[in-house]
């Protein structure tokens, strides 16, 4: 098929809102570069809860109809059969290998696919690119940090023979701080668990793809992508080139997965002083027990400061693979709560439309689970972060948010998990008044000025695009 035919880029993300989303954004920024694309993204029907994604992919599929959406027929998997999120999302993207190939192949049969994109979960679909002569790229969704300590990991894990959950040492990566053992991604501490052999086997094709795309910018994590490309974090020294094109993140006006009244909170937040709000949100998978909750409306309420605190009905079930009710929110938090706080304070239930309260100019702090895109969201606005990770690679990005970009606080918690009252009380009147506070504020101002001019014509990230796309035109 003659290039000169509208060419596609065939995107492949792994299920879950937070992934999408950066896919989506991903195409859009290809788009910008090279209008004459299109882009195709893969989509996993799921028959369990990845947050919702349905209104989402709505609003994507009527605002840009150069962008389309290709699903993946069902597989049905029994949640009840798997012993984590990731064991089921690990089998069903394994199983929709077949399926990709077939789309692959048919969608050649009608235009060229200028590159293939996909996930770090997706690794079973790499090998399809060499098969099917179609370049083919990781799109990293989460920061170079864990991108240099994930090629990283296969060598630690020749190095040592416990599991990571046992270690109680800090393990060692090119150029970053020490990590806690601990603080690896919750499905990996586990050697002998299937996670931990997928984790790897993903982390060691990595190096083989034509390269990388990273959601972060150079200024904002130079000594992380000076050792990945100077090839000090695989065996073989050699890895492929990679592209910091970010940070790419949902522009304020899509209103992520919420139903109900999402305008309501930010209506609350134009009569509140500017830079007064606390934000308290968790990602689209992040909840607590009742017993987390009520300790968390007794520190902020304590604190004083004025919140506006995303609350979910806690897990009823571990994993947690089916949607949740909304919380009740009477029976939830501690009697007289709302009633007490309601001049300086408001309760949002299940979900907020994140970046355009962390836009809006009366928040002046966010309490994070650390989920990349959720970082990210908060750098580009400016916005300092309290770090309280949940699960997933968030714990590895507290440490790197905290002691190596000293964007954030670090949330103390127990052993288990649990974090005071007293804790919560602390850490957000630090943030919002100290000098501790105001050191955390003015980097993160600096690095938000750093996300323009990464984005800028001739900065760091718009000059990576370019030697992006522009191979695939080549090719
Ligand atoms: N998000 C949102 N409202 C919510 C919770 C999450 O808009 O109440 C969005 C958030 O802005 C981010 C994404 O959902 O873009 C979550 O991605 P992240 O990488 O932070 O965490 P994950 O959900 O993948 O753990």
């Not at 709560?337 to 300086?344: A, M, S």
């Not at 919560?424 to 690095?447: F, H, I, N, P």
């Amino acid at each position: 098929v003659p290039m000169s035919m509208a060419a596609t880029v065939v995107l492949y993300p792994s299920p879950g809102i937070g992934h999408l989303i950066s896919m989506v954004e991903l195409g859009k920024l290809i788009l910008t570069r090279h209008p004459s694309f299109s882009i195709t993204i893969f989509t996993t029907t799921t028959s369990f809860n990845t947050g919702s994604t349905g209104p989402y992919l709505r609003r994507v599929s009527s605002t840009t109809p150069s962008i389309t959406f290709h699903n993946l027929p069902l597989i049905p998997l029994d949640p009840a059969s798997f012993p984590s999120t990731e064991a089921i999302t690990f089998e069903l993207l394994r199983l929709n290998t077949p399926h990709v190939r077939r789309s692959l192949l048919s969608l050649s049969t009608t235009t060229t696919i200028a590159a293939f994109v996909i996930d770090l979960f997706c690794t079973p679909a790499l090998p399809l690119g060499s098969e099917l002569n179609i370049p083919s790229y990781y799109f990293f969704t989460s920061g170079a940090g864990c991108l240099d300590c994930f090629l990283y990991l296969p060598t630690i894990h020749q190095n040592i023979n416990q599991s990571f959950k046992d270690l109680n040492t800090d393990l060692y990566f090119p150029n970053l701080p020490p990590i806690p053992a601990a603080d690896m991604p919750s499905p990996m501490l586990e050697r002998n668990s299937t996670e931990y052999e997928c984790f790897i086997d993903f982390f060691n094709h990595m190096p083989k793809s034509d390269g990388i795309i990273v959601n972060t910018f150079e200024a904002l994590e130079p000594r992380a992508l000076k050792a990945i490309s100077d090839g000090l974090c695989v065996p073989n020294g050699v890895t492929p080139p990679v592209f910091c094109i970010g940070p790419l993140i949902a522009s304020g006006e899509d209103r992520g997965g919420g139903g109900g009244d999402v305008e309501e909170c930010l209506t609350w937040l134009d009569t509140q002083p500017s830079r007064s709000v606390v934000f308290l949100c968790f990602g689209s998978l992040g909840l607590f027990t009742g017993e987390q909750l009520k300790e968390i409306a007794i520190g902020l309420e304590r604190s004083g400061q004025r919140f506006l605190w995303v609350v979910r009905a806690p897990p009823t079930q571990t994993p947690v693979l089916l949607a949740l009710p909304d919380p009740d929110l009477g029976s939830l938090l501690p009697d007289g709560f709302l009633d007490r706080t309601k001049e300086r304070g408001m309760v949002v239930q299940s979900w907020a439309p994140q970046v355009a309260v962390l836009q809006h100019d009366s928040v002046g702090g966010f309490v994070t689970h650390c989920g990349w895109n959720s970082a990210l969201e908060a750098v580009c606005a400016g916005v300092p972060m309290v770090a309280w990770p949940l699960y997933a690679e968030q714990r590895l990005n507290r440490v790197l948010l905290v002691k190596e970009m000293k964007l954030a606080l670090w949330m103390n918690e127990s052993e288990s998990g649990f974090v005071t009252a007293e804790e919560v009380e602390k850490r957000v009147t630090e943030l919002m008044d100290s000098e501790e506070g105001k050191a955390v504020r003015d980097r993160v101002k600096a690095a938000s000025e750093g996300t323009r001019e990464a984005m800028s014509e001739g900065g760091s990230s718009r000059v990576a695009l370019a030697k992006l796309v522009e191979s695939w035109n080549q090719s």
